[in-house]
C-alpha cells in the first residue's frame, strides 16, 4: 500500500534518483582521478623529454580535435595552461621556443576565438621567439577570427603594427594596421599618435599634421599636446627645406643640362653650403632618375649602418 502511493504521488521517481547520485558520484570520482593519473603521467613525459634537448612532441590540432570528443573548449584551456608553462620554463632557461608555434596552433585550432590567446601568443612569437613572421602571421589569424565587438581585439591590429615597425622596419604596414587599430571599438583615441607619426615618416606630410593637430585638439594630456605642436613644427620644416633643396637641384640642373646625381654634387658645385639635417633620425635624399628631392626616415637602429 506504501509502495503504491509511492507510485502514484510520484516519489518512487525521487527514490529511484537519490538512488542513481552515488554512481554519479562514484563515475565523477573515477573521472576525475582519471584526469590527475593522465596530468601526473603528462609530467612525467614532458620531463623525460625535457632532458633530452628539450624535444617535446605535440600532436597536431586535427587529432587533437578529433580525439577530444566535442570537449574543445576544456582541452584548449588545458593546453592554453601548458603553454603558458612551457613559455614561461623557457624564459627561465635555454630561451628555446621550438614548438611554441605549435603548441599555439593546437589551442587556436580547438577554440579559435579567445581574443587574449592571440595578443600574448604574438607576442611571444616576435619578441620571445624572435620569429616576426610567425607572430604577424599568428595575430593576423586572430583578426579573421575574434569577433569585431571583442573589447580586446584592437590590440591585435596594434601589435601587428607594432612588430612591423620594430622588427621589420616596414613603416608602410605598421601604419596600416595602427590606424586600423585605431577605428576598431574600445581602441584609445592615443593611438593617433602613432598613426600620425607612420604617415609622417612615410612622407605625407599633410595627412600626419592634420592627425598631430587632432592629436593636440583631443588630448588632455600636456606632454602629448607639446609633442603634436613639435610635430607639426617639423614637418612644415621639412617641407621648406625639401622645397629649398628642390630649387637648388633644379637650378643645377639648368646650369648643367642634366640632373645632379645626388645632393653631394649640389652642394660641390657651389650652389648649396651644406646638406641640413632633417628631423626623426632620417635624412633627405635624391631620386637622381626623377629628380625630386624627399625625405627619408631611418629606424634609429639602422642609423649605424648608412
Partial sequence: MIFEVARKSGLGMRFRSHRRWPRLALYLALLFAGVVWLSIRSDSASAALRVSNDVLFVPSPAL???ACLGFDNLLSDIFWLRTVRYVFNQQKGHRRFRMLKDMLAVVTGLDPYPCDVYIRGGCW???????????????????????????????????????????????????????????????????????????????????AKKLWKEARDTTGDPKIRNAANRRILEIEMTQNTIGLLQQKVDAFAEAHGRSPKSLSEVVASGLLDTVPAAPLSGEYELDADSGRVHYLYIPQDLMGYR
Fill in 125 to 207: 612569437l616576435y619578441e620571445d621567439a624572435e620569429d616576426a613572421n610567425d607572430g604577424i602571421g599568428f595575430l593576423q589569424r586572430g583578426l579573421r577570427f575574434v569577433p569585431g565587438h571583442a573589447a580586446n581585439r584592437w590590440q591585435i591590429a596594434f601589435h601587428i603594427g607594432k612588430c612591423f615597425r620594430e622588427e621589420l622596419h616596414d613603416e608602410e604596414n605598421a601604419t596600416h594596421y595602427f590606424e586600423m587599430a585605431l577605428q576598431m571599438p574600445h581602441a584609445p583615441r592615443g593611438l593617433i599618435v602613432a598613426v600620425a607619426a607612420g604617415y609622417q615618416r612615410l612622407e605625407k606630410f599633410e595627412k
Fill in 64 to 66: 587533437v580535435k578529433t
